[in-house]
């Protein structure tokens, strides 16, 4: 079983699936804080608010015990109230549309880049008969050449 495991992880596949999963962590980080630092303060400010992740509806009345303030949604969240986060939402919605977004532009380039590769490749000279087909065609021509 260790040597299917280590053919397994030997195959290119694998190592290649890792750094993928690297990259993209890492490349989530920086999408994440261009939508909460860049983008959504922008969305914010057109819908009259600076942060647009704390929007929210309570869906349950705020208990007399809570003490924070009722427009935090975090606080609101962590004391166990019923909130419906729309801003959270649609913070994350734009994080999946630009990293859908730049994904498309990856996988669009680099069909473009085989396209022309292809294309510039010269064709490939058809490989020489064996001598099995070279001898049935020269029967194949006797026998047409032959008179009926």
């Not at 600076?50 to 004391?79: E, H, M, N, R, W």
Request: no cysteine; hydrophobic share 50%; glycine share 6%.
């Amino acid at each position: 079983m260790l040597k299917e495991f280590k053919a397994f992880v030997a195959r290119g596949n694998v190592l290649d699936l890792a750094v993928a999963v690297i990259i993209g962590a890492a490349f989530g980080k920086i999408v994440t804080s261009l939508t909460d630092d860049v983008l959504m303060p922008i969305i914010g400010k057109i819908f009259g608010g600076l942060d647009f992740s704390s929007y929210f509806v309570a869906l349950a009345p705020i208990p007399s015990t809570y003490t924070g303030s009722p427009s935090d949604y975090a606080a609101l969240k962590k004391a166990g109230v019923p909130l419906l986060g729309y801003g959270e939402f649609v913070t994350q919605a734009v994080n999946f549309v630009i990293v859908a977004f730049i994904i498309f532009l990856i996988v669009r380039s680099v069909n473009h880049a085989t396209t022309r590769l292809e294309r510039n490749r010269p064709e490939a000279a058809p490989a020489p008969d064996s001598a099995e087909v070279a001898l049935l065609r020269e029967i194949r021509d006797e026998l047409k050449a032959r008179p009926r």
